[in-house]
């Protein structure tokens, strides 16, 4: 909800996004839930009208709200198989949505892309925060991802097979409030599917962008497979999702002729990579080991993962050869498996770990995050005119990564809310 008085927010520190340049003893003056102006404090303090509120974060980093462009909100993320999570009732996935957003705006997530749920699901989610009935991230949704028959995410109730269909999907979707469209290019983990192959051919994709785009919405396509990287680059769909070079045999194998066709076509990447390293369960071990209390099975275990982990982390640092930093945006893919919402910061931690800078992956999960889901023109900078979504947090987020983990404050369009 929008708060229409004015405020101004004060910090040491401050990064606007447009650039990574450390700013010092800033304020930010906020009306109407939008930036006014910001500048030096001493300078903004003598413009202030009696009745302004103060608020001073003191030693805090202040830093646009950041993006999570893929989240699950009615799945649990807590370590139930897809089967076992798509047990549950609509009505309980609902209460599951309304937990998890509120996890991942505690963390400094102020704005998600909801990348399919169960016939309705997603859409009353969006609709309970529009009212004001539950906190959460301002919520663009997908609604059904569209799936062929059996296909990755059948049970959500969006099946289409060839492209009168799809196109049918698309504008059925359009016409319930989607913000975007999702189709699921290949296999994925739903039992019974082949996430080393593709779901659909270049024209069954071209239709649902041609559909897509016609009511003026964005495509995000599910691939897996190197066979649908190919398919989707084609097809002109705008995101890729994943993008793990993966083979019907179930093995990585980059190919730098598709990142070389990805880099040509300007795809925007999102490439979940806490997903695929199981990185939770990584962050855990790897506390259990400093602290002494790790048994000789965990740390077995603990190599293991790692060993996994760097097969994928080594397909994404090839990836980057290609020039392709500036279209990567983070995904924690939260909901499935057990990745919990509210961890945003695992991601940036692993794009770090494949050859960003701390300062670069700040920019991917602000500036151009929201470039790739079109809400550049409202939020991702802390800008004149911009949405005042905010964030603060300790340390210095250019220089150390583990600034993300340490969210002290939040606010939403202007208002606080943590």
Request: hydrophobic share 35%; aromatic share 6%; proline share 4%.
């Amino acid at each position: 909800m929008m708060d229409k008085k004015t405020i101004v927010v004060k910090s040491k520190y401050l990064i606007d996004g447009v650039n990574t340049l450390l700013q010092t003893n800033q304020s930010i003056l906020i009306s109407g839930g939008r930036i006014v102006r910001f500048g030096d404090q001493e300078e903004i303090s003598k413009a202030l009208s009696p009745d302004t509120e103060e608020i001073d974060l003191g030693e805090l980093c202040v830093i646009p709200g950041l993006i999570d462009g893929h989240t699950h909100l009615s799945l649990a993320g807590d370590g139930r198989n897809y089967v076992e999570m798509f047990s549950e009732s609509d009505e309980m996935m609902v209460l599951t949505g309304a937990m998890n957003l509120q996890l991942h705006l505690s963390a400094g997530i102020t704005t998600i892309r909801e990348h399919g749920a169960r016939n309705k699901v997603g859409f009353y989610l969006k609709e309970g925060i529009t009212r004001g009935y539950i906190p959460g991230p301002r919520t663009l949704v997908s609604g059904r991802p569209i799936t062929c028959t059996g296909g990755h995410f059948h049970m959500c109730n969006e099946t289409a097979d060839g492209e009168d269909e799809i196109r049918k999907s698309v504008r059925r979707l359009v016409h319930e409030g989607a913000d975007y469209i999702k189709i699921m290019a290949s296999g994925g983990g739903t039992e019974g599917t082949i996430p080393g192959r593709a779901s659909y051919s270049v024209e069954e994709l071209h239709a649902a962008v041609h559909e897509a785009h016609h009511f003026h919405r964005l495509t995000a396509a599910h691939c897996r497979a190197s066979e649908s990287m190919v398919r989707a680059v084609n097809a002109g769909i705008d995101l890729m999702e994943h993008a793990e070079f993966l083979e019907p045999d179930g093995k990585l194998r980059f190919d730098p002729k598709i990142a070389e066709m990805m880099a040509e076509s300007g795809i925007w990447i999102s490439p979940t990579l806490q997903a695929w390293t199981d990185y939770p369960r990584i962050v855990e071990l790897r506390k259990k080991q400093e602290n002494d209390e790790i048994t000789p099975q965990e740390l077995n275990l603990l190599q293991q993962q790692e060993e996994r982990a760097e097969e994928r982390l080594d397909v994404m640092r090839r990836m980057l050869d290609f020039c392709l930093k500036d279209r990567i945006v983070p995904g924690t893919d939260s909901g499935v498996n057990n990745l919990a919402f509210g961890h945003l910061d695992y991601d940036l931690q692993l794009l770090v770990e494949v050859g960003f800078t701390p300062a670069e992956a700040l920019i991917s999960a602000t500036r151009i995050s929201a470039e790739a889901i079109g809400m550049d023109n409202e939020i991702g900078t802390i800008e004149p005119g911009k949405v005042a979504d905010l964030v603060a947090v300790e340390g210095d987020p250019t220089s150390d990564v583990d600034a993300f983990s340490h969210v002290r404050a939040v606010f939403q369009t202007g208002q606080r809310v943590r």
